[in-house]
């Protein structure tokens, strides 16, 4: 058994070693029409890459005189963990727990919870929660942000990778045995420990959802009791802790996750693949960004975004803090890599913006334009909503993902 994982793994590094990682494709036997929802879901998301792929090298080729910082030969690649050999995954894992054990350099009056760098970014996403979620900002400003996360681990911490992200149709029948949660060393951690609850409820408690067989703190792997200093403020698990008075308050606690099957096998399936990417979601902007957050009134249909955040559950669902969990960086990279494809198999919608300034347009402040700020406080400088667009415009994106 040991020596197979052991092998599994060493394989694993030596593939990405060896191969490198695919950076053309003028593949013209990719038939996106050969899809259906019957198909396997990995299968399908990787006939989805390969069309991206496909269409990336062929706008390279023609712009290549005018695109001159970033093409396909510079852009870095952002892989799937699953892929990434156990060296690298450390490096990541290493990385992360120093930013952790940096102090934090917000200014106390705006994040008097923080203590370290990582909670810089907690404290960022609580303060704008209500601006950056279901609004026209929504896919910019978490691209944004996880792309300042990913250059702080770079350039303070000196990671030498980019962001992996969490392949959710990996493993969808069973979260706890995927690579990213098995717990072992080369994870993130493993599952809550057990915590008897009575599950959770989300879109603000109106969809509820059975528990699985976590809910208490990380029990396993490297952020095995790791501590969250804000919050929680709106958690949608049943049994967390009550609510913080105030979004400043000092409230150091663990870190809990319920990784919960009944989710991911529901919402993980290649239809919603397909339905966000090529089908009737992806015709517009404000369909596939509607559709990624849900459609609560039926059914209780959860949304990619949401399935992932209630998949892993416990902080998971606290739509302020979330990010306390470092599992949020990979569930939104997936996001930001769906988002990729999606721009580059619809060119003509890519760069369009539709939604309100604010969460259920409350207070209604108008609809978002391109020319909206992008803010991230003290982790990157703030952006308009146009320059974020295109991740390989070079202002500052420069990236795709394998
Ligand atoms: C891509 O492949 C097609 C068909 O195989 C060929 O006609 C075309 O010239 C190729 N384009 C580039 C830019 O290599
Ligand atoms: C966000 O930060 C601004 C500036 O410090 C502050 O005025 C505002 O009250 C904060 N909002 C929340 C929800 O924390
Ligand atoms: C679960 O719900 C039942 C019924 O509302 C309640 O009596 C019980 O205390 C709850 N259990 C926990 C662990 O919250
Ligand atoms: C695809 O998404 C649209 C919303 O854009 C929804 O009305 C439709 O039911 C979805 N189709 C499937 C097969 O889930
Ligand atoms: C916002 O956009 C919606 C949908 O496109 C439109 O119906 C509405 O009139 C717009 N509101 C404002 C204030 O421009
Ligand atoms: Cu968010």
Redesign the pocket.
């Known amino acids: 058994m040991a020596l197979q994982r052991w092998l599994v793994a060493s394989l694993a590094c030596f593939h990405a070693a060896a191969l490198s990682i695919p950076r053309s494709c003028n593949d013209s036997t990719v038939d996106l029409t050969k899809l259906d929802a019957s198909m396997d879901s990995i299968e399908a998301l990787s006939v989805l890459q390969q069309a991206t792929m496909r269409n990336l090298y062929l706008e390279d080729q023609r712009s290549m005189p005018q695109r001159s910082t970033c093409s396909l030969t510079n852009a870095a690649v952002r892989r799937d963990w699953e892929h990434m050999c156990p060296r690298e995954r450390k490096e990541f894992i290493q990385a992360v727990q120093c930013l952790r054990a940096k102090p934090s350099i917000a200014d106390p009056d705006f994040a008097r919870a923080a203590r370290t760098r990582y909670d810089d970014f907690t404290a960022v996403h609580v303060n704008l929660t209500n601006f950056v979620h279901a609004t026209g900002s929504f896919l910019t400003w978490h691209r944004y942000f996880i792309w300042s996360f990913e250059k702080a681990l770079r350039d303070e911490c000196g990671y030498p990778g980019y962001l992996p992200y969490w392949n959710w149709f990996s493993h969808a029948d069973d979260p706890r045995s995927s690579p990213v949660f098995d717990g072992s060393d080369t994870s993130i951690g493993g599952d809550g420990a057990y915590?008897?609850?009575?599950g959770s409820a989300a879109f603000f408690g109106s969809v509820p959802l059975p528990p699985a067989n976590g809910g208490g703190c990380i029990a396993s792997g490297p952020f095995k009791d790791i501590q969250a200093t804000m919050g929680p403020i709106a958690a949608g698990m049943?049994?967390m802790e009550p609510p913080v008075a105030s979004f400043h308050e000092y409230n150091p606690r663990c870190i809990r996750r319920d990784l919960n099957h009944h989710v991911s096998s529901r919402f993980f399936t290649t239809a919603n693949l397909l339905n966000l990417t090529i089908g009737d979601a992806s015709k517009t902007v404000k369909s596939f960004q509607d559709e990624f957050n849900g459609r609560p009134q039926d059914n209780g249909f959860m949304g990619l975004h949401s399935a992932g955040h209630y998949t892993i559950n416990g902080e998971n669902t606290d739509f302020y803090t979330s990010v306390n969990d470092p599992s949020f960086f990979f569930h939104h990279a997936m996001i930001d890599k769906i988002f990729w494809m999606w721009q580059v198999l619809h060119p003509a919608e890519s760069r369009e913006v539709a939604g309100t300034l604010t969460l259920r347009n409350e207070p209604p402040l108008g609809n978002a334009t391109i020319y909206d700020p992008l803010i991230m406080g003290v982790n990157a400088p703030t952006r308009m909503i146009h320059e974020l667009m295109g991740t390989m415009d070079g202002t500052p994106l420069c990236y795709i993902y394998a």
């Open positions: 915590f008897p609850h009575n049943f049994g």
